[in-house]
């Protein structure tokens, strides 16, 4: 009943990075058409469970499920078509146009050339970010904004029901961050399961549906009658002194000063 | 890119794929001989394609001899061979994601070389097989070296090629070390790139090895757009990496390797081909990966018509491709876009 609006289910997942205890027994609901947040410090584990999310990542003796449906009976192609991934920072080496870069999220449904229906996706991909009047530049003598963009048109031209964003802001300046949330913001209206990994407590807190917090491998929940913005509890979660600013029905948080 | 840049750009990837015919063409008419003159090979050639009547004055049976027993085989042979290395390196460079990736990073050349010399000096192995099958195992080799946990990272990748290379090489130095001055002649001048004993005997043996591999890179061309992105871009869209990177190693290596047998080691053409397709019609392998095929082979034909006619002797061909070659990379070098990225 609940697995109607789960959109992914990881249970008991632990990941090991050498004799390093990355994951430690993760369990975890993502809603459907929400945008859920990943946050914690750098270290936390936070790559490696939206690593695990995406399928790329061994689950180990634990379970992904999207939709209900056990990640590991699926092939990677057809996972493909569930799931859309967007890793840290691509470093692009060949000058291909963005409407190349863009049109091998088609791949998992390609046998060897991609026809017109996939150059159609691809195209309404990079209209759906604004990206589509640069269709025919190099990739690389974009703006690390723009970059950014064609990557995520790249996953929406795979046709993902859920997308999963590892720090889709890094290397945005203050106003590309916020476009970038709003978009995302939109994706989620349109039944889009979208889960990133964010840096900046404040800017999850003004886009974020839905909040996960991570600290040494564990998921961490504020408790009962708490909030997800309790200064307690984001302290605790950073190890470090925080002021909270109140806004709105929620709080924006700083480092405090000495 | 405007409309006009987009019709010059697919008007100059036809002018590529068409270059090979009149460089082909051009290519018969080259040659040592004093007795068949260009015109009257042309004059042959014209009388027996074209139906125009032939000029008086050309022997006929020495023109069939010279142009189909004698330059045909080493053209079709030169074209195949520059066609196969500028194929397999455009599609290394994809895998490694790297332009500066030659077919013979990882021991390709050395495994050859050190095959075709335990050929020529033990009577009873075939040089071609030796060194086609040494050429294999050192690039076998290197791609086990590099794997661990089941996936192979392009940086021991590179790694194990050097050293696998540098093995080989040693163990060519040392046959070269052990053997009679007159062998070690042959060994020296097989690892220089020959291309003056060609014959039909060689095409056949090599062309059917090297239009397998090279339609085998072709069907895979668009594929190497998504390798060419990054392993976990590739397995984010839910390809697996490591599978599609062997999908593409073993035709390569196997064009290379058939290349190098039949001709020795011809340096420089799947490093600096590739580039320049790259550099004249962009970075789409459903592009430039035929490109490449037909740009290679018009490229060695023209360098291996200079060998044959710049001097009375016979330089090596390979000799010929590393001196235009190197100035070339040394450019590509400088220009600060390019460098390693893992």
């Given amino acids: 009943m609940g697995d109607l609006g789960t959109a992914v289910r990881v249970e008991h997942v632990v990941f090991r990075y050498g004799a390093h205890l990355v994951l430690d027994d993760v369990s975890l609901e993502i809603p459907r058409g929400k945008l859920s947040v990943l946050l914690g410090r750098n270290g936390s584990g936070k790559s490696t469970l939206l690593r695990v999310m995406a399928g790329i990542a061994d689950c180990g003796k634990g379970r992904v499920e999207y939709f209900g449906e056990d990640g590991r009976r699926m092939t990677s192609r057809r996972r493909a078509g569930v799931v859309g991934y967007l890793p840290q920072q691509h470093r692009a080496v060949f000058p291909f146009s963005v409407e190349d870069v863009v049109l091998t999220g088609r791949a998992s449904s390609v046998m060897l050339l991609p026809r017109e229906a996939d150059r159609r996706m691809a195209r309404e991909a990079m209209e759906r970010v604004g990206m589509l009047h640069l269709a025919r530049r190099p990739y690389t003598e974009l703006s690390g904004g723009e970059q950014q963009l064609v990557m995520i048109a790249r996953v929406l031209a795979q046709e993902p029901r859920i997308i999963l964003l590892d720090e889709p802001t890094s290397h945005l300046d203050f106003i590309n961050q916020a476009r970038l949330l709003r978009l995302l913001q939109s994706l989620v209206a349109s039944d889009l399961t979208v889960v990133a990994v964010l840096h900046d407590p404040n800017l999850a807190f003004l886009y974020g549906d839905h909040f996960i917090f991570l600290k040494d491998g564990r998921t961490r929940t504020a408790g009962e009658g708490r909030s997800a913005w ?29 | 890119m405007s409309r006009a840049e987009a019709s010059r750009s697919s008007c100059l990837h036809w002018v590529l794929y068409l270059l090979p015919l009149p460089v082909l ?20 050639l014209a009388a027996n394609t074209l139906g125009l009547a032939p000029a008086a004055d050309v022997n006929d049976r020495l023109a069939r001899t010279i142009l189909l027993d004698v330059r045909l085989p080493r053209v079709l042979l030169t074209f195949l061979i520059g066609g196969a290395l500028a194929a397999a390196g455009t599609g290394l460079q994809a895998l490694f994601r790297n332009p500066l990736v030659c077919p013979y990073l990882l021991g390709l050349s050395s495994g050859g070389a050190f095959g075709a010399a335990l050929a020529l000096t033990t009577p009873w192995l075939p040089l071609q097989p030796a060194a086609f099958l040494f050429g294999l195992t050192a690039v076998g080799l290197s791609y086990l070296l590099a794997r661990t946990h089941r996936r192979v990272s392009t940086i021991s990748l590179v790694l194990s090629g050097v050293i696998v290379s540098g093995m080989f090489t040693s163990l060519l130095t040392i046959l070269q070390f052990l053997t009679d001055p007159f062998k070690l002649q042959t060994i020296v001048h097989w690892t220089m790139g020959n291309l003056h004993n060609a014959s039909w005997a060689k095409v056949r043996s090599s062309a059917p090895l090297i239009l397998f591999s090279c339609a085998w890179l072709f069907l895979l061309r668009w594929r190497m757009n998504v390798l060419a992105l990054g392993d976990e871009e590739t397995r984010s869209v839910g390809l697996n990496p490591e599978r599609e990177k062997l999908l593409v190693l073993l035709p390569a290596t196997l064009a290379a390797s058939a290349s190098v ?11 600096v081909v590739p580039h320049m397709v790259r550099m004249l019609i962009g970075p789409d392998n459903t592009r430039s990966m035929p490109a490449a095929f037909a740009l290679g082979g018009a490229f060695l034909l023209l360098v291996d018509n200079c060998s044959r006619s710049l001097t009375s002797f016979e330089l090596p061909v390979g000799v010929f491709t590393t001196l235009l070659g190197g100035p070339f990379f040394v450019y590509l070098l400088k220009r600060a876009r390019i460098g390693w990225e893992i």
């Fill in chain 2, 25 to 44: 063409v051009l290519s018969l008419l080259v040659g040592p001989s004093e007795t068949l003159t260009a015109r009257d090979a042309a004059s042959w």
């Fill in chain 1, 230 to 258: 309790d200064l307690h509890f984001l302290e605790s979660l950073y190890d470090i002194k925080l002021v909270s600013i109140p806004f709105r029905e929620r709080a924006f948080v700083f480092p405090a000063m000495r």
């Fill in chain 2, 261 to 271: 047998a039949v001709a020795g080691v011809i340096s420089l053409v799947g490093l």
